[in-house]
C-alpha cells in the first residue's frame, strides 16, 4: 500500500537526521528542567504568598511551568520536519518519489505526530513526577481528582503545539519564515493578548491559551474562561486542523 | 516514452515553454538542448508532475506521472544534484526514497556500489563534493531499475574523469533499451551522447531531428583561401565552374571545394596563394546560429556579466 510505504519513508527520514533528536532532547529536558525550578521556587515562597494565590495554587499547572519554554524547541521540531524539505530542495526529489501530495504531507506528518506524541506523553509525566517531588508537601499525586487528565492533556497540548508548527511550516514553506511568524506568536504575542484586559477575550481563544486549559486542576479565582478543559484542547485543535488544512492546499496547488 | 503535448508554462507575463510538442522514443539518448534560460528545466519538472503545466499535457508511457504506480521505477531522474537534505547520509537518502516506491533495501546498496559511493554511504550529504552529489543524484535514478532516465545537466561542474563516467554511462543505459533524456546547453556534449536532438530556444521548439540528419545539415564544409591575386583567381575558378565567395578581409570561401583541386588550378597558372584551407564548421556554430535569435541574455559591450548559471526564472522557494 501506497500509504504505508510512505510512513516507513518518512520515518526513516525523521530517524535519519540530527535536528530530529535535538530539538526533541531540548524540548525534553527545558520543560522538566524549568518546570522542576520553578515548582523548587514556589515551595520556597509558598509560605510568604498571599491569600488569593493560595486559592488558586495549582500544583499540578505548577509544574508543567517549563513548557512556555520547552514548547518552543516543539515548534522548531514541527517547522524543521516539514521545512526543510523545501529549504534543502528535498521536496522536489520527495514528490518524484510520491507524486500524489496528500498522501505524502499526511504520512509525513502522521510519522512526525506520533513521534511528538511518544516524546509529549513522557515528558509531561516526568515533568509532573519531577515538579511535585520539588513542590514536597505542597504537591499533589496522580489520584486526585483531574490530575491524571491535566497531565495526559499536557502531553496532548505539547504534540498539538509541534502540529500546528508543521502545518504553518506546509503553508510557508521556509524554515526561518516560520519561525520568524510561530516564535512570537507564542512567545510574545499570546502572552500580550492574554494580560491585556482589553485584548484578554480574545487572547483565550488562541491556540496555546485555549489548550493550555487542559492542564490546569485549580480553576483560578475569578475565572469566566467560557471552555472547560477538553473543550480549550477542542479550540487548539481547531487551530491545527485549520493549518493543516491550509498547509495541504498550499502543497497541492503550488509548484514544487 | 515521454510525449509532450502543447507543453506551456507561464510565470505571469513570461512565457518560460511556449506549446512544446514532442515525443522522447525508447532505446536511444534524445538530447535536449538550448541555451540557458530556453525552459529545458522547467519541461522536465513538468514531465515529473512537480510544476504545474499552465496549459498542455505530458504522459509517461501514457499516463500522467501522478498515475504512476512507483514511479520511481518508471522513471528515474537527476533534477538537481542539491535536492538531497545535506543532513542525511548517502544511505538513509536512498533508503527512505527505495521504501516509498517499495524497492528492496538490497538495492540500495547496488545503485550505491554503481555510482562508486559506498565507502562513504553513511557520511552526510552535505560534506559531499559536486561530483560526489551527482553521483548520489544519478544512484536515486537509477533506484528502482527504470526504463526512463532523465537528466537535467549531468556534467555541469564535473570534472574530465566525472564527464567521462556520466558519458559511459548514458551510452550503456540506452544500449541495454532504456529510454534517456539528457538536457544540456553544450553542443559539443550532446554531439558525443545524443542520438536524437530536440533543441529549444526561449521555450519554443526549435528543431527535432535525428543527431545525423542535424550533423550532415549543419557541419558545412568548405575551403578557405587568400591571395594577394585575388581577382585573378576569383576569375580563374570561375572559368573552372568553382563558385567562390568573397568574406571579410579579402578571405574566399568556397563550399564544398578540394584543396587539391584548386592548388592545382592555380599552381598551372601560377597565382600565389597564402592560404589554403580545409574547414569544418562546428556544430556549436549551428546550434548558435539555430538560437541566436531565442537566447534570452544577449551579452552586451559595457554590460555587467550575467550569472549563466540559473536555468531557470526566479521564483521564491
Known amino acids: 500500500m501506497t500509504a504505508a510505504r510512505v510512513v516507513r519513508s518518512e520515518w526513516t527520514k525523521i530517524r535519519s537526521v540530527a535536528s530530529t533528536v535535538w530539538t526533541l532532547s531540548v524540548a525534553v529536558v ?57 529549504s534543502t530542495g528535498m521536496i522536489r526529489t520527495s514528490l518524484a518519489a510520491v507524486p500524489q501530495r496528500g498522501t505524502f504531507l499526511s504520512g509525513k506528518i502522521a510519522v512526525a505526530t506520533l513521534l511528538a506524541l511518544a516524546v509529549s506523553l513522557a515528558t509531561s509525566f516526568v515533568a509532573f513526577f519531577a515538579g511535585q517531588a520539588m513542590l514536597g508537601a505542597h504537591g499533589t499525586s496522580l489520584g486526585e481528582p483531574g490530575v491524571l487528565r491535566a497531565v495526559i492533556g499536557g502531553g496532548f497540548y505539547m504534540t498539538l503545539i509541534a502540529v500546528f508548527s508543521m502545518g504553518v511550516a506546509a503553508m510557508l514553506r521556509s524554515p526561518m519564515l516560520s519561525l520568524g511568524v ?8 499570546s502572552n500580550i493578548l492574554g494580560n491585556v484586559s482589553a485584548t484578554e477575550k480574545i487572547g483565550r481563544f488562541l491556540p496555546d491559551q485555549a489548550g493550555s486549559k487542559v492542564m490546569r486542576v485549580v480553576t483560578p479565582v475569578d475565572d469566566d474562561t467560557p471552555y472547560g478543559p477538553w473543550g480549550g484542547l477542542g479550540i487548539m485543535l481547531l487551530w491545527v486542523i485549520a493549518a493543516l488544512v491550509g498547509g495541504y492546499l498550499m502543497l497541492e496547488r503550488r509548484d514544487a | 516514452m515521454i510525449e509532450l503535448e502543447g507543453l506551456t508554462k507561464r510565470y505571469g507575463e513570461k512565457v518560460a515553454v511556449d506549446n512544446l510538442t514532442f515525443t522522447v522514443r525508447p532505446g536511444i539518448v534524445t538530447g535536449f538542448l538550448g ?9 522536465m519538472r513538468m514531465m515529473l ?3 504545474r503545466p499552465t496549459a498542455g499535457d505530458v504522459r509517461i508511457d501514457g499516463l500522467h506521472y501522478d498515475r504512476l504506480k512507483d514511479p520511481l521505477t518508471y522513471i528515474g531522474a537527476l533534477l538537481d544534484a542539491k535536492a538531497v537534505h545535506g543532513g542525511r547520509s548517502a544511505y538513509h537518502h536512498l533508503l527512505c526514497l527505495a521504501q516509498s516506491n517499495g524497492i528492496p533495501g538490497q538495492r540500495v546498496h547496488e545503485v550505491l556500489d554503481t555510482v562508486g559511493l559506498t565507502a562513504v554511504a553513511r557520511k552526510k550529504a552535505k560534506g559531499f563534493s559536486l561530483g560526489m552529489g551527482q553521483r548520489l543524484g544519478i544512484a536515486a535514478a537509477l533506484l528502482g531499475d527504470p526504463r526512463i532516465l532523465m537528466f537535467d545537466e549531468p556534467v555541469n561542474g564535473l570534472d574530465p574523469e566525472g564527464i567521462h563516467w556520466i558519458r559511459t554511462l548514458m551510452k550503456s543505459l540506452a544500449a541495454q533499451g532504456r529510454t534517456v533524456f539528457v538536457s544540456s546547453h553544450l553542443m559539443s556534449e550532446m554531439a558525443l551522447t545524443a542520438d536524437h536532438l530536440v533543441v529549444i530556444g526561449q521555450g519554443r521548439l526549435l528543431a527535432d531531428t535525428s543527431m545525423a540528419d542535424f550533423i550532415r545539415q549543419n557541419s558545412r564544409s568548405y575551403v578557405r583561401i587568400r591571395s594577394p591575386h585575388r581577382e585573378q583567381l576569383l576569375d580563374l575558378l570561375r572559368g573552372a565552374g568553382i563558385t567562390a565567395v568573397e568574406t571579410t578581409g579579402g578571405v574566399l570561401e568556397v563550399d564544398g571545394g578540394a ?8 599552381a598551372r597558372h601560377g597565382i600565389v596563394l597564402h592560404e589554403l584551407s580545409p574547414q569544418q564548421a562546428s556544430l556549436e556554430e549551428a546550434f548558435m546560429r539555430l538560437t541566436a535569435e531565442s537566447v534570452e541574455y544577449h551579452a552586451h559591450a559595457g554590460s555587467s556579466p550575467r550569472s549563466w548559471g540559473e536555468d531557470r526564472p526566479r521564483r521564491r522557494t
Open chain 1, 30 to 86: 527545558v520543560t522538566v528542567a524549568l518546570g522542576m525550578l520553578i515548582s523548587a521556587l514556589t515551595n520556597h515562597e509558598f509560605a510568604t504568598m498571599p491569600d488569593r494565590d493560595r486559592l488558586s495554587f495549582d500544583p499540578t499547572f505548577i509544574s508543567f511551568a517549563g513548557m512556555s519554554l520547552g514548547q518552543l524547541a516543539m515548534i522548531v521540531f514541527g517547522v524543521l520536519v516539514v521545512a526543510n524539505e523545501y
Open chain 1, 182 to 189: 510561530l516564535m512570537p506568536f507564542f512567545f510574545l504575542i
Open chain 2, 35 to 43: 541555451p540557458n534560460g530556453a525552459g529545458k528545466s522547467t519541461t
Open chain 2, 49 to 51: 508532475g512537480l510544476d
Open chain 2, 259 to 266: 584543396p587539391e583541386q584548386i592548388g592545382e588550378l592555380a
